[in-house]
């Protein structure tokens, strides 16, 4: 049975410092490392569990705070269980997400970019980049602005991928050489069906290896077990694609589980 081990960790940026969990194979040999980006709700147990499965897998996982300019996380109080109807913890985080412009995005994945590549524990070569909910834009950015080090990227569940604005995320699929996998709720008013096809249309349309998929009955933040939302199915088979892809992309035939 592979020993995990999970630590906290500090990323300098150049905004400031970045809270993070690391959590590697305690095997002292180096793995593939993976950027995850985390949904609305932050870097909590429940993600920290998600990065622990993936090193499980054989990656060295690395979970930003990306709202590190606000505090360190939690930086909104939250249940041990998260309903996700209630009003008032979103008007505690919107405006937290919404100070995340993709200029300071852009700013902080190079960061966390650094960081992860010249870890101890992380492999040389290329990572791969995986996010939730408003991570998965970030995750598609990532991709976009650091195509020489991404070559795997995943959304699940993401909201507002391509949109009519000049700052969609979408608009990067010109820039990414990574293969590139999408797992979205059939139930997510955030991503209806024409910007889906809108966002497949560019990654077509720029030659990017991809897999769009929509997860029949799951809602939006379908994986994330500590809240209302979760959906069991939806949850497994994002595992199931995400570390195909990864496996893929970083290690190919040579993966060691």
């Not at 995990?4 to 960790?9: C, D, E, L, N, Y």
């Not at 709700?41 to 990065?51: I, V």
């Not at 966002?199 to 809240?227: C, I, K, M, N």
């Amino acid at each position: 049975m592979t020993v995990i081990r999970g630590t906290s960790v500090d990323i300098p940026t150049q905004d400031g410092t970045a809270d993070a969990y690391l959590a590697y194979p305690d095997d002292r040999s180096p793995h593939p490392g993976v950027l995850l980006y985390m949904d609305a709700f932050g870097l909590r147990p429940h993600l920290k569990g998600m990065a622990d499965r993936l090193a499980e897998n054989g990656y060295t996982v690395l979970v930003p705070n990306v709202l590190y300019r606000h505090g360190r996380a939690p930086v909104v109080e939250l249940p041990e269980f998260i309903d996700t109807e209630r009003p008032e913890l979103f008007q505690q985080i919107t405006p937290l997400i919404r100070s995340l412009t993709p200029e300071v995005a852009d700013r902080d994945a190079d960061a966390y970019l650094h960081w992860l590549t010249n870890c101890p524990q992380v492999a040389d070569g290329p990572v791969g980049v995986t996010g939730y909910c408003m991570g998965a834009r970030l995750a598609l950015r990532t991709a976009g602005s650091h195509p020489e080090q991404v070559a795997a990227v995943a959304g699940f569940h993401g909201g507002r991928l391509a949109t009519d604005t000049p700052d969609s995320p979408h608009l990067v699929a010109d820039r990414i050489t990574a293969e590139v996998y999408f797992g979205h709720a059939d139930q997510d008013p955030s991503m209806p069906p024409e910007q889906i096809e809108r966002l497949d249309r560019a990654l077509t349309e720029a030659g990017v290896r991809h897999r769009s998929e929509v997860y029949p009955g799951a809602s939006h933040g379908f994986t994330q077990g500590d809240t209302s939302n979760y959906h069991h199915e939806g949850a497994e088979r994002h595992w199931t694609e995400l570390l195909a892809l990864l496996d893929r992309n970083l290690r190919g035939a040579d993966r060691a589980v």
